[in-house]
């Protein structure tokens, strides 16, 4: 139903000259609004928060269009029990790949398992994903450190098992105006493009404002029904998509081009649904 839902929106937007940039896509996941008490039914649903607290939530997650392109939410779904993150990218990339051309993967390091990168990379995209460090990359930036390199670049194999293998390329990049004195002051990246390609990741943070604005056409609710907060996110990510084609139609109609700073606002769209449907 969602997908359905996309291509119609995305089948509209299509007909702009600007929606020719659609290319890189962010892969995350979100919380629903935490809730305490009785669990007994949700168990196996609830995935609990990402912080180290006593609340639990139920967890989404979605593929958005980011970088040049107009920030639609391409697909949503739920994270339940059991999943890989390789499941979730898979599922996540059939329909974005259905929907628009896809280039490039930006993801955050919950998602940097060889397997994940093998399974993209097998699609023909690339991909840039952060590293959680492990002992390894903690000695190459204590390195670093001492050399007082700012960026270094090097190429690695990750184990897929059965004697397969998935070729990378780290990059470590010292990080700016950061209070570490250790291995902590660099990050490092893997992916399957050009060095250069790690500029890109910065895109991934509009996934992050996304939310924040989808979170604002979601209905409030106490109800823990797990389908029932799941239609609430999805319709909510469907809203914001709308929000933001009509943006882009009028930005197109009104001064020729697509401009990032939207022309039709989150209130505008939230007082106008809310007088045509009462919805909101």
């Known amino acids: 139903m969602y997908q359905q839902a996309m291509s119609r929106v995305i089948n509209r937007t299509a007909e702009t000259d600007e929606f ?11 919380e629903a609004d935490p809730f305490t008490g009785d669990r007994t039914g949700h168990e ?19 593929v958005q269009l980011v970088g040049n392109a107009v920030p639609l939410v391409l697909d949503a779904r739920p994270v339940t029990k059991g999943e890989s993150r390789k499941e979730i990218v898979e599922d996540l990339l059939e329909t974005a790949q259905d929907l628009v051309h896809v280039d490039e993967v930006l993801m955050d390091r919950e998602f ?13 995209l690339n991909y840039v994903v952060p590293k959680r460090m492990q002992t390894s990359e903690k000695a190459q930036a204590r390195r670093l450190l001492r050399r007082e390199t700012d960026r270094y670049v090097t190429d690695r194999k990750l184990h897929l098992g059965n004697n397969e293998w998935h070729e990378t390329t780290l990059i470590y990049r010292r990080k700016e105006n950061t209070d570490r004195t250790d291995y902590g002051q660099y990050a490092v990246f893997m992916t399957s493009a050009s060095p250069g390609s790690i500029r890109e990741y910065d895109y991934r943070w509009e996934i992050e404002s996304g939310y924040k604005s989808i979170k604002r056409f979601m209905p409030a609710t106490t109800s823990k029904n797990f389908v029932l907060r799941f239609f609430y996110f999805a319709f909510a990510c469907l809203l914001y998509s709308i929000w933001r084609a009509v943006d882009l139609l009028v930005q197109v109609e009104l001064i020729g081009e697509y401009e990032r700073s939207p022309l039709v606002t989150a209130d505008n769209t939230l007082t106008l649904l809310k007088k045509e449907t009462g919805v909101g």
């Open 112 to 124: 940097d398992s060889q397997q994940v990168l093998e399974a993209i990379a097998e699609r023909g």
């Open 20 to 30: 020719h940039r659609a290319g890189i896509v962010a892969i995350d996941t979100t």
């Open 44 to 62: 196996d649903e609830i995935i609990g928060m990402k912080e180290d607290s006593d609340e639990y939530a139920y967890q989404w997650a979605t």
